[in-house]
């Protein structure tokens, strides 16, 4: 599955051990890709941020954070995570951007604060603020 969040882009495949097998890639489940923006051109998931998707990946894999009651069940050799992040990031239009930001609770009003979060130059804040204004008529 990859992702972006405009400033980062990685690959993200999660799968267990079954029958000496690896089963097949479950990442999408995991990241509720439907509900996640989807820019055909990029072939990308938008997501508010990269590193706390790989975060929680790996929290999957080693039992710990949210995951620490799976430790009853498995164990983290049981589990696999592969993480390749592109030398580019790939961008993805603002609007989809702007749908990540706007489910996350961000408003065209928090143009200043996305700007210093997100590391945005003036123009990709206004961008995003403008998209963001659009959704909340």
């Known amino acids: ?78 589990r696999c995570v592969f993480v390749d992040e592109y030398d580019a990031p790939t961008t993805t239009s603002s609007q989809y951007s702007a749908a990540a930001l706007y489910d996350g609770g961000w408003r065209a009003t928090d143009k200043e604060e996305l700007a210093a979060e997100y590391g945005l130059t003036e123009e990709e804040a206004d961008d995003i603020a403008e998209d963001l204004k659009d959704m909340e008529v």
């Not at 400033?7 to 999660?14: A, L, P, R």
């Open 1 to 78: 599955m990859k992702l972006t969040d405009g400033k980062k882009t990685v690959s993200i495949s999660m799968m267990t051990w079954e029958n000496d097998n690896l089963s097949p890639d479950w990442s999408q489940d995991f990241f509720e890709a439907g509900a996640l923006p989807y820019d055909e051109e990029s072939g990308c998931f938008t997501v508010p941020e990269v590193d706390y998707c790989i975060d929680q990946a790996r929290d999957w894999k080693y039992c710990r954070g949210d995951f620490y009651d799976d430790a009853e069940y498995t164990t983290p050799y049981e």
